[in-house]
């Protein structure tokens, strides 16, 4: 089994910071693409940003310039700093990864459980 766990959500004011974080655990044996997705209500699931093993990152045209993201391959871990946050960054974010298990013969994906980010004043 592959558990992704999201941590670090929760209310800013417009203009503010948060950082979100996200960890594997389980039988890996290793970890390609990490990313996150965010959805928000009545709306589909878009991607945020996404990172490889190597650290190359890939970032949606509406967060370039305001969101990080990095990883810590010894932990596992996959983080997005968010800055400069807009109300319609709102939404539910959720890490993925896509997991090499020790029973596998190809990567799989394995999503995390959502952390809420809202943006208001």
């Known amino acids: 089994q592959v558990q992704l766990v999201e941590s670090g959500g929760g209310l800013v004011q417009p203009g503010g910071s948060l950082r ?3 960890a594997a655990s389980g039988s890996i044996v290793s970890i390609s693409n990490m990313g996150w997705y965010r959805q928000a209500p009545g709306k589909q699931r878009d991607l945020v940003a996404t990172i490889t093993s190597g650290g190359s990152t890939n970032y949606a045209d509406s967060v370039k310039g305001r969101f990080t993201i ?3 391959n010894a932990k596992n871990t ?3 700093q968010m800055n400069s946050l807009k109300p319609e960054d709102t939404a539910v974010y959720y890490c993925n990864a896509k997991v090499l298990r020790t029973s596998g013969i190809a990567y799989r994906d394995y999503w995390g459980q959502g952390t809420q ?3 208001s004043s």
Request: aromatic share 8%.
């Open 78 to 80: 996959v983080y997005l």
């Open 70 to 72: 990095s990883r810590d």
């Open 117 to 119: 980010v809202t943006v």
């Open 20 to 22: 979100v974080s996200c």
